[in-house]
């Protein structure tokens, strides 16, 4: 929730979780851009993705987080609440 260019890159890693057409996908290059805690805790994001199969940040119950990052992050974009629902789990 801070400003600084890792808290950017964890937003952009959110969001992309949460419609990663919106948003522009993510960079895994990113994990080594950003510190080692914080890229342990986006490893940790994955792996529950992965368990999780097909299940965005809002349906484990962090609609309200998501809208806040986009807020903080897409303020100039406008937050549906909603994702593209035509996407497949492969």
């Given at each position: ?31 080594w851009t950003v510190d080692g805690e914080i890229a342990n ?40 609440g909603t994702r593209t629902e035509n996407r497949e789990v492969?």
């Open positions: 929730m801070g400003d600084t260019g890792q808290s950017s890159r964890v937003a952009n890693f959110l969001l992309a979780w949460y419609n990663a057409t919106e948003n522009g996908g993510w960079d895994p290059a990113d994990l805790d986006m490893v940790t994001v994955i792996r529950l993705i992965r368990q999780r199969r097909g299940k965005y940040p809002d349906d484990l119950g962090f609609r309200r987080e998501i809208g806040r990052i986009w807020e903080l992050w897409r303020g100039d974009q406008m937050f549906e492969c």
